[in-house]
């Protein structure tokens, strides 16, 4: 197909060039109309005429061969996508049949060369009732309020105060240590209430 697309080239070419050379050179057109005895008015008509036909012969064969060079190449580029894209899908299972390989081959490694693990600490819950430990907030001794113990239920979990004698305290689940224990110096300076 590319050989004749060629050969048509170059007799659009050639055509071409011939055309322009009996259309700018008014010597050169007689000649050659002499030469093949289209000589006069009905000569040069004639000679016009075939130049005519031979020129949309040309320019017939020119479209034909360059629409079917395009056909074959389009078709020729949808294989080529065809086959890469089959060759992009193999290459895709290739890479996760690898992967799964590989991750089968750690698990196996891991678990043949890991060392025993020691169990986990148990913890032990106790079945009865426990009774509430005193809550130290800014003393070494319990905090008391007339002469009762004050426990962590009676204790606002920031370690103030409460205002509102309404609002009832909730038990501290994570005891407060950005308090630190007083000293014994601090102690008795400590204002009574």
Known sequence: MLALKRIVTVLVMVYLLLALLFIFSPATRDTFASTFNLSGDAGLTAFYYTLFIIGAILLALHLITENM????????TTVLNGKINELKAKLYDHQIDQREREFQQRTVTTTT???????????????GPVAPAPVYIDSAIPTTHSGTVTTAHDINQTGYQQTDPNLTNAPAQRPQSSIPPASAADLDNRPTV
């Open 69 to 76: 060079d395009s056909a074959l190449l389009r078709r020729e």
């Open 113 to 127: 060369t890991a060392a025993p693990v020691a169990p986990a600490p148990t913890t032990v819950y106790q079945s």
